[in-house]
């Protein structure tokens, strides 16, 4: 009886060998990085919520606590313009000065202010109430703004310490946060009255209205529960009763409230306990909606899902590079062993990296191609060796011995029959074959290049009388030195052939040798036709002597193969005048 188990495990594995090996890497990884995404996901969202409830709470705390330390920073910039005031000598001196009228009085004490407030921005007003009933005030007369009731002075007049009084409005309705104490000499100490100091509610709101823009507003009130700023200017000045929703609490904190059946959050921060002691016992209140923090939320898992997106497309393109970077040692290995033998059997392009199986798979390879190239080296060498032999025994068939001797047979029979010229002509070619064969020697003495190149021009001479004569200057010093063998004919051979022989009536040919330090220079130069001397006419002509006779392209290689690169030939030629073959080679082969 089948195993079920075993039967679907052989049906997954039947499917999967449908695709490559890089497909089911593929497929294996993705599956892998799906799992794990899904995971991430997962905890993502189950601890978004409270992340992110978290983090808007520490921002909302934060932002309040900065919103308290701006108005603290006001409170104590209003402190510091009363203490300025309380220490202007020139207010007291024109306050006391009965000499001078009233009205100049205000005038002389506004222009004193203006200069104490220059552009002050959050005063509203200044004014000074003594204690003779006599009000001074920073804005005109004409300028209307609820005057100091008795209450505040009494207020005033009580307290040891700064107080802060009721709202204040203006004819446009604007509202003032009204901040007072006892005006006494500083010098003496003597009570003249009372200086209230209006601050416009609207720089109180500047401070906080951008802070919380988008999900809600923000308001100050007092310990007494009265609006000292706010949004809605009609609810400054009011008191929050405990009977409605947005009563803030005492202490700090948060809770949620529901108006209009939406839900807000509501966060309470009392200012700092050290403003007390200026009347300032004021709670900073935000309430801000529900719903606008949880789009922020929603937002957060949109990206989240956006990621998940672009996380999952990266994942693909690395599953496949992956896949790739496994499966590359595969398929260069596959290809390799589809080519074997029809790319010359050639190895990998480096030593494979070590570390796994398929590592262990290319090296075998390599180390099997490489004694397959040794094999066939080793077999090539064979073959070279055997031609040579071939050639060798070809050679020794022709018994050089067996030449001379002919030759000289000939020789002797010429000269029995008095033929001076036949004898001369075989004795030559004699000469010629003697040197040229030389026992296989590839260096002999120059003497020996010299005699070979007479003996190949008294069989041109024959050939041609009195067509050419020719003469040598070999210093003596260069005669013994060995040189490559049959370099200088070749030279003198062309001369003769595309130099002399089509020029009309005799010619003179001048091989000369030089020697220096390190090289030996010979020059084989002819009166005869020349060519051309620029460089197209150069090189056609240059070829044709390459590829004639013997032929100097054969110099060439042979002198660049023995004595190196920088030596060879240099051919200079000029119509009418003639061609100088020019051979450089090192004195030490």
């Known amino acids: 009886m089948t195993d079920p188990n075993h039967a679907r495990s052989l049906s997954l594995i039947s499917f999967l060998r449908k695709f490559n090996i890089k497909n089911r890497i593929v497929m294996v990884l993705l599956i892998g990085f799906t799992i794990h995404l899904s995971v991430v996901l997962f905890v993502f969202n189950l601890f978004s919520d409270i992340y992110l409830k978290k983090s808007i709470n520490n921002h909302i705390a934060q932002t309040q606590r900065e919103v308290g330390l701006g108005i603290e920073l006001m409170v104590y910039d209003i402190q510091m313009l009363s203490l300025r005031f309380l220490v202007n000598s020139d207010i007291y001196k024109i306050i006391g000065n009965d000499a001078i009228a009233n ?17 002050n921005e959050m005063v509203g007003d200044v004014v000074i109430v003594t204690t003779k009933g006599e009000t001074y005030r920073y804005q005109p007369d004409n300028v209307l703004i609820e005057q100091p009731d008795s209450l505040l002075l009494h207020r005033i007049a009580e307290s040891s310490k700064p107080v802060v009084g009721p709202i204040k409005r203006d004819a446009n309705h604007n509202a003032y946060v009204t901040f007072g104490q006892k005006f006494r000499n500083f010098n003496t100490g003597q009570n003249l009255g009372a200086i209230i100091v209006y601050i416009k509610e609207s720089t ?17 009130v007092s310990d007494q529960n009265v609006v000292i700023s706010h949004p809605d200017q009609s609810r400054i000045g009011s008191t929050v009763s405990q009977t409605d929703v947005i009563y803030p609490d005492r202490e700090a904190g948060y809770r949620t409230v529901k108006v209009d059946n939406h839900s807000y959050f509501m966060i309470t921060y009392p ?9 300032v016992n004021w709670r900073f209140v935000s309430v801000l909606s529900s719903r606008q923090l949880f789009i922020a939320i929603d937002e957060g898992n949109r990206y989240a899902l956006l990621f998940a997106g672009l996380t999952f497309l990266f994942l693909l393109i690395l599953s496949y590079y992956l896949a790739k970077k496994i499966t590359n040692p595969v398929t260069r290995l596959k290809t390799k062993l589809n080519l074997l033998g029809k790319t010359g059997l050639k190895g990998l392009s480096g030593p494979p990296v070590k570390g796994d199986e398929i590592s262990e798979l290319e090296r075998s390879y390599y180390r099997m191609v490489e004694r397959i190239n040794q094999l066939l080296e080793e077999n090539n060498e064979e073959k070279e060796k055997q031609r040579k032999m071939e050639l060798t025994a070809l050679q020794s068939q022709i018994n050089p011995h067996f030449l001379y001797n002919t030759l000289d047979a000939i020789v002797w029979i010429a000269r029995l029959k008095k033929q001076p010229e036949i004898e001369r ?3 030559s070619l004699a000469t010629f074959f003697r040197i040229s064969l030389h026992k296989g020697d590839k260096f002999i003495p120059v003497e020996e290049e010299i005699r070979l190149v007479q003996s190949f021009v008294t069989v041109e001479q024959m050939r041609f009388p009195d067509k050419f004569e020719i003469e040598y200057e070999i210093p003596e010093a260069l005669r013994k030195i060995r040189l490559l063998k049959l370099i200088l004919q070749p030279l003198v051979e062309n001369a003769i052939k595309h130099g002399i022989s089509e020029k009309r009536g005799k010619g003179h040919i001048h091989v000369k040798g030089e020697l220096t330090e390190e090289e030996i220079i010979f020059s084989v130069s002819d009166d005869g036709v020349g060519f051309q001397h620029d460089r197209e006419t150069l090189l056609q002509k240059s070829q044709v002597l390459f590829q004639s006779g013997y032929g100097l392209r054969n110099v060439e290689e042979r002198i660049k193969l023995e004595y190196g690169p920088n030596y ?12 100088t073959v020019y051979l450089r080679i090192n004195k030490k082969p």
């Open 103 to 119: 009205s100049i009085k205000k005038e002389q004490i506004r222009d004193v202010m203006k200069q104490m407030i220059a552009q």
């Open 204 to 220: 109180l709101l500047h401070l906080y209205q951008s802070s919380f823009e988008g999900l809600g507003y923000s308001f100050l």
């Open 271 to 279: 200012l700092n306990k050290k403003l007390e002691i200026f009347d």
């Open 425 to 427: 002509l075989i004795s």
């Open 568 to 579: 060879g030939l240099t051919i200079q030629s000029e119509i009418g005048k003639g061609t």
